[in-house]
């Protein structure tokens, strides 16, 4: 079994949803929170997330934060 999770991840800047989703191997929603950072919204169980991480690193991206809002299970 899987762990399904939604995340928010906080960078910093402001990001273009359709220009970040073109090269991710998850696709995510933007939440802009201003000009200065972004939330982004995904779903994906640890691993998928992990490769997003990398995928974030690799493109440039300064973390700022990560949450998890919830999971369910799946087979």
Not at 21 to 33: D, F, L, T, W
Not at 42 to 69: N, P, T, Y
Request: one cysteine or more.
């Amino acid at each position: 079994m899987h762990d399904i999770c939604t995340y928010h991840i906080e960078v910093k800047g402001e990001v273009d949803e359709t220009t970040l989703n073109a090269a991710s191997p998850i696709q995510m929603r933007v939440q802009r929170r201003g000009t200065e950072t972004s939330c982004l919204a995904i779903q994906a169980d640890q691993s998928g997330f992990i490769g997003l991480m990398r995928h974030l690193h690799q493109q440039g991206f300064v973390l700022l934060s990560v949450s998890r809002e919830h999971f369910s299970k799946i087979s």
